[in-house]
Structures are given as C-alpha cells and as structure tokens.
C-alpha cells in the first residue's frame, strides 16, 4: 500500500487545515490509519488515528477538541481536519497504516507510511 498525504500548508495561530491521506488501493482487512508529527529537532509522536471501520478513533491530549480525524472508505482518503490551530502544531504531518484493530502510538508499529506534508503555524 503506498499512501500520499496532502493538504499542508501555512496558516496563522486559530486558523485550519485539512489533511488528506490517499491509500494507493482500498485496504481490506482491520486496519489502523494515523497521524503522526514531526517537529524540527523533536522525535515524530502521534497525533490520531482511526479504525478501519470507523468506529473508534484516539487522539493525543494535545489536539483533543481541536483536531478531527476521518475516512471515506469509497475514496480510500482518511483525513485530519485541524481547527485553531497553534505554533505547536507546526511540523511535517506524516500518515501511516498497520493492519490488525489496536490504537496503537508507537512509530515503530506502522509499516507503511506517506511522505509528509509541511504544516507551518504562524503567529
């Protein structure tokens, strides 16, 4: 599966941004498709992810209540919706797939990523 984000941009502090991550070909199977970030000089952390059939999603504690994550499984898209957004916020947007049903957090546990998408938050 390769998958291709989009969607990055600039924007200023309270503004958003809609992410986009387009699977190559439809997944089928129990799935996970995340977010994860990755700001200049910091270690890529999570930032959500969702179910394949989108009845759970996790967020870290940081976006709770700003950021949405969702997919439409006909267009093979997942995408993170990112409302006011902050300077924090700012890095490469990564998404990533692993099979099976665990939320799982940990770069390490996703095989197959995008190529990233910069988002900068100015203030």
């Known amino acids: 599966v390769q998958l291709q984000a989009s969607g990055g941009g600039l924007a200023q502090v309270g503004g958003s941004l809609r992410l986009s991550c387009v699977a190559s070909?439809?997944?089928?199977?129990?799935?996970?498709i995340s977010w994860f970030r990755q700001a200049p000089e910091k270690e890529r952390e999570f930032v959500a992810g969702i179910t394949s059939n989108e009845r759970r999603t996790g967020y870290t504690d940081s976006v709770k209540g700003r950021f949405t994550i969702s997919r439409d499984n006909a267009k093979n898209t997942v995408y993170l919706q990112m409302n006011s957004l902050k300077p924090d916020d700012t890095g490469v947007y990564y998404c990533?797939?692993?099979?099976?049903?665990?939320?799982?957090?940990?770069?390490?546990?996703?095989?197959?990523w995008g190529q990233g998408t910069l988002v900068t938050v100015s203030s």
């Open positions: 990533a797939l692993r099979e099976g049903s665990l939320m799982q957090t940990r770069t390490g546990d996703y095989p197959w």
């Open positions: 070909r439809r997944t089928y199977g129990s799935h996970i």
